[in-house]
């Protein structure tokens, strides 16, 4: 080939080579996050959503120009019912400094009407906010760049700075709960109102000991919703009339042999044998944003003491049927529903519950 025509030839290969090295970042990414083929450049992050009382996280394809802000966006989009993070929650800022810690500005939405000063809250609030602050820790330190979270709302600190290792699982779990607190003293027909309780297999035969305790009180909350009166454990005229005529409520589904059949409406939970009802017991479902998905599930693990991460608290008699949701045992059961997709169960009932509940149990809930 002639020499004046391989001139032109190299003159295009390094005019080529300058204009890649000047339009490429380290990575292969343009300047300004586009790529060669004119689209924007995005990066994987793990974003902790929930289910239940713990993390269900997942992978989101987001912007790759400020990471931790986009990581942060992208947990606020996740669906009403796999956050603790109430809807309408906006990002305002986030920043990192170069030692890892990153702050958080989040609208007000974020703690809603719950007190910024913990002193001020009550322990479900406190458990809302726990849960909250440890979503966005998770997600954030899943980044390389930070590895302490602070949260503010509305301009105010939430918590103070926050790392997984405050979440972390004890090395030892605390004993097992007790049977809840018995209150109040011997009544005059108290044995009558149990034995009826027991009979219609609201009580174990057990709970007839003529003490007026928690454990009636939660029989007294079921029987009270089955029958459609109001819940309020207190076993008056209206409601010792019902007990009188009232029958065993029986499921919808009598197979397979053994079942567990949550009525989410009515808080109550039936354990089946035989297609016939053999204990009725009163529990509280997830709570508005939370509910628990109706469904037919199986019981596929099992844990005396469970360790909720989200919350840092242990979750005792735990039985899980569907991701993260469990029954389990919790102080605190309502009349309404109030968990965060979880089934909670009252102390007394919590250890047959744990028994009935074998691993492959069938359970189904219903609206």
């Not at 300004?32 to 713990?54: L, M, N, P, Y």
């Amino acid at each position: 080939m002639p020499f004046r025509r391989l001139i032109p030839l190299a003159a295009a290969v390094l005019l080529l080579a300058i204009a890649g090295c000047g339009s490429e970042g380290g990575d292969g990414s343009s300047p300004g996050g586009d790529s060669a083929s004119g689209g924007s450049e995005t990066e994987q992050v793990k974003v902790f959503t929930t289910e239940g009382e713990q993390f269900d996280p997942v992978q989101k394809e987001v912007p790759a120009g400020d990471l931790p802000k986009a990581a942060t966006q992208a947990l606020l989009d996740a669906p009403a019912d796999r956050t603790y993070i109430p809807e309408g929650t906006e990002v305002k800022d986030v920043t990192v400094t170069g030692d890892g810690k990153a702050t958080v500005k989040l609208s007000d939405e974020f703690l809603g009407d719950i007190p910024a000063d913990p002193a001020e809250r009550t322990r479900r609030e406190n458990d809302a906010v726990e849960g909250r602050v440890a979503q966005v820790t998770y997600t954030l330190t899943s980044l390389k760049s930070v590895d302490q979270v602070k949260v503010e709302s509305g301009g105010l600190a939430v918590t103070k700075t926050k790392d997984r290792a405050d979440f972390r699982e004890p090395q030892k779990a605390p004993p097992l709960p007790g049977q809840g607190d018995q209150y109040g003293a011997r009544a005059s027909g108290a044995t009558q109102l149990q034995q009826q309780l027991a009979d219609l297999r609201y009580l174990p035969q057990s709970g007839v000991d003529g003490v007026i305790g928690y454990q009636t009180q939660q029989a007294v909350m079921a029987f009270q919703s089955v029958e459609g009166l109001t819940r309020d454990g207190v076993a008056g005229p209206v409601t010792k009339a019902a007990l009188r005529v009232a029958k065993t409520p029986q499921p919808s589904a009598r197979r397979p042999q053994r079942l567990m059949e949550v009525r989410i409406g009515k808080g109550v939970l039936l354990l089946v044998r035989g297609g016939k009802t053999v204990r009725v017991i009163h529990v509280s479902a997830g709570g508005p944003g939370n509910e628990t998905p109706t469904g037919r599930y199986r019981i596929f693990r099992k844990e005396l003491q469970s360790w909720s991460v989200p919350f840092s608290t242990w979750l005792p008699y735990a039985s899980y049927f569907n991701n993260g949701i469990a029954f389990h045992e919790y102080p605190d059961v309502p009349p309404y529903p109030a968990s965060h997709g979880c089934v909670r169960v009252p102390a007394p009932e919590a250890p047959l519950v744990y028994r009935f509940a074998r691993l492959g149990t069938v359970v189904v809930v219903r609206s």
